[in-house]
Every structure is written in structure tokens, then in C-alpha cells.
């Protein structure tokens, strides 16, 4: 297992942008697939998105067209890009990577 390490969440307006990263401290560019998922309060925790090997990517219904996954191997750093922000997307953000989960991170839409 490694370790992961969240950061870039925050409390934005509704229609700002985030960027989420998930870096890890060993192993990266050998695990095929990575994750990002998310739990609201009180809800059960969510797909957001996927990637398999560099490129194949898979989204929640919720944030098609407004999210964006990438991996950065160099850099062994799972991103997120999140655009046109809502309130329902106000939720703790998780990444999955080699069967470690990182910490938990928050992130809050609201005006």
C-alpha cells in the first residue's frame, strides 16, 4: 500500500473552479486504475470519476462535462478538476489509488 496525500479543497461560490490532488508517496505509475469519490453528509460515499492506464476515463452522471480527471506520473499525482461548481457537490473527496484511500478532503459550494 502507499500513502496519499490530499490537498486544494475549500469553500468556493457556486460556478467557481477547484482542483483537487491526491500525491503518493511510493508506487504510482504502475497502478492501472485510480479513483476520486466523494460523501455527503448523512449519504453514502459516491463514484466521481475513474481513469484506467493513462487515459480511459469514466465519470459520475452529476459531473460529466464540469469534472476532469487526470494522472500526472512524473509527478505520482491523481487530479481532479472541477468546474461550474454546485451545491450538490459539497461533499468530503476521496482518492482511491492501489488500494489506499487518501485522507479526506473537503470541499464546499455555497453563496
Known amino acids: 500500500q502507499v500513502q496519499l496525500v490530499e490537498s486544494g479543497g475549500g469553500l468556493v461560490q457556486p460556478g467557481e473552479s477547484l482542483t483537487l490532488s491526491c500525491v503518493s508517496d511510493?508506487?504510482?505509475?504502475?497502478?492501472?486504475?485510480m479513483g476520486w469519490y466523494r460523501q455527503a453528509p448523512g449519504k453514502q460515499r459516491d463514484t466521481v470519476a475513474f481513469v484506467r492506464g493513462d487515459d480511459d476515463t469514466t465519470y459520475g452522471d452529476s459531473v460529466k462535462g464540469r469534472f476532469t480527471i487526470s494522472r500526472d506520473n512524473a509527478k505520482k499525482t491523481l487530479f481532479l478538476h472541477m468546474r461550474r461548481l454546485k451545491p450538490g457537490d459539497t461533499a468530503v473527496y476521496y482518492c482511491?489509488?492501489?488500494?489506499?484511500w487518501g485522507q479526506g478532503i473537503q470541499v464546499t459550494v455555497s453563496s
Open positions: 482511491l489509488i492501489g488500494g489506499s
Open positions: 511510493g508506487e504510482f505509475e504502475n497502478f492501472w486504475f
